[in-house]
């Protein structure tokens, strides 16, 4: 049983602890909101916005808070001002570890979008506002409190804990997940991974639905080139790169590519289906039936675009460069086209079928290598960690459903995935107006201070459920 140092468990029941399955914490979470929300605050009072980052400077502070409590941390750094921080509390050694991972730069503001100082972490109408409140430093302040819970209960978990703070997250991941996996992997090495790429959705005051990502999209972004002559534009030219390229753009933007689904993408829409209105279980059950699914398909374009990108490898035009003058034909036109596929795509193929879709051999397609992550299989819904996270969800939650999702963009769990490691991304609760509005890399950031307290709970409880001591 992990206690808080002050033994106040004594006084709180034991709300949903039985014989068969794993004791919650006997932690009085009313009593560690203090302490969460000071670090918290702190660490979003530090700016660490990337580029450059400069993440040391929150790795400095977490490691005294280790330091002063007598858990082991370590710090590893590519370069001085971007350190990775690793803390390990030692279990018995019955179970294989579990990775507690999240990034301490964020992206950065303009400040003149923000109604308050966006390192102010100023608590106001019930938010605390601020760069990072809802990504990262959410999830590091989690990740920080279950260790010095853990550590202060004096207990001897099945697992080792390990506490990652990664620099780099925000576009160059150089000096932090990529460093640390090619030269410290022993460091991290684990059998399941928590960190961002989830959330609880609010509704109505309470959480309906846990998102826990187990998979992702991959980015394999391509550059169209065309090659024409130049020349006076007072005389039309056949091989007009700019008319070439324009043709190709337009051709890729409007094709609907294949549908496919996953073990992740099953679930996840047979679990939205199951929650209803009768029109979204029509509409998602729907998806299997090859007459029915082209017309929803088209319905999800346009107004659930997410899970019209779920359902596919998707093809999105981004960038295009052509011309300097306006009466001169140029030589060259470049589109970019973010290609983001299903983690199972052959994209050699891929890169075929686009080529037969554009139909113009006057257009290259060149693969970017920028941006490229290792591609894993999806993270399983079979093992011990996702039965917890589930369970909890249950137990916290009542009424709630948890959904396995496959995320769209990318993130670091791709680098922990391809090394073996059953990664799951979860996140505090949320309106879905919120985190639009105010949730990551918005103009504006804020997570409800409910939300953050619920967190550290949420994720102390899978901890425990998994580690014991049971
Ligand atoms: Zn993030």
Not at 211 to 217: A, C, N, Q, R
Request: charged share 25%; with cysteine.
């Amino acid at each position: 049983m992990m206690k808080v140092a002050l033994n106040i468990c004594t006084l709180v029941p034991l709300l949903f602890a039985t014989a068969a399955e794993a004791q919650v914490p006997g932690v009085n979470w009313e009593q560690q909101k203090v302490e969460i929300l000071r670090h918290y605050r702190a660490l979003v009072q530090i700016d660490t916005s990337n580029p450059p980052g400069n993440e040391t400077k929150a790795v400095e502070y977490l490691k005294k808070i280790f330091d002063a409590e007598g858990i082991p941390a370590q710090t590893f750094a590519l370069d001085a001002s971007r350190a990775n921080l690793v803390a390990r509390i030692k279990g018995n050694g019955r179970k294989r570890p579990i990775l507690l991972m999240a990034h301490t730069d964020v992206v950065g503001v303009q400040r003149e979008k923000w109604p308050v100082d966006p390192f102010g972490a100023v608590l106001k109408d019930g938010y605390i506002w601020g760069r990072g409140t809802a990504d990262d430093k959410d999830k590091l302040v989690a990740n920080l409190m279950v260790m010095l819970l853990a550590k202060r209960s004096g207990a001897l978990l099945d697992r080792d804990l390990i506490f990652f703070a990664e620099p780099g997250e925000e576009g160059d991941t150089g000096p932090g997940i990529e460093f640390m996996v090619n030269q410290h992997f022993n460091e991290i090495d684990a059998e399941f991974a928590l960190t961002e790429g989830g959330r609880a959705t609010l509704e109505n005051g309470r959480v309906a639905v846990v998102s826990v990502s187990t998979t992702e999209k991959v980015p394999r972004r391509v550059r169209l080139v065309v090659n024409g002559t130049s020349g006076h534009a007072s005389i039309p030219r056949i091989d007009n790169a700019l008319v070439h390229l324009s043709a190709a753009v337009a051709k890729l933007g409007a094709w609907q590519t294949p549908m496919r689904l996953n073990e992740t993408t099953r679930a996840y829409f047979e679990g939205l289906a199951a929650m209803g209105p009768p029109e979204k279980t029509a509409r998602y059950k729907g998806l299997a039936s090859p007459e029915r699914a082209a017309a929803i398909q088209q319905y999800l374009a346009e107004y659930e675009p997410q899970h019209y990108s779920m359902l596919r490898t998707s093809v999105v035009p981004t960038i295009l460069k052509a011309g300097f003058r306006m009466n001169v034909i140029p030589s060259e036109a470049e589109a970019t086209i973010d290609v983001r596929a299903l983690p199972d795509e052959d994209v050699p193929r891929f890169y075929e079928e686009m080529r037969r879709v554009i139909g113009d051999p006057a257009v290259r397609i060149e693969p970017l290598t920028a941006g490229v992550r290792p591609v894993a299989p999806p993270s399983r819904l079979d093992t011990e960690m996702y039965r917890a996270l589930e369970q909890v969800s249950k137990r916290l939650y009542p009424g709630s459903t948890t959904l396995p999702t496959m995320l769209t963009g990318a993130t670091d769990m791709a680098f922990l995935r391809a090394k073996g490691i059953q990664s799951y991304g979860i996140g505090p609760a949320s309106t879905d107006e919120d985190n639009i509005k105010y949730g990551a890399h918005s103009d504006v950031e804020r997570l409800p201070e409910s939300s953050v307290y619920g967190f550290v709970e949420f994720t102390s409880n899978v901890v425990t459920e998994i580690a014991g001591p049971r």
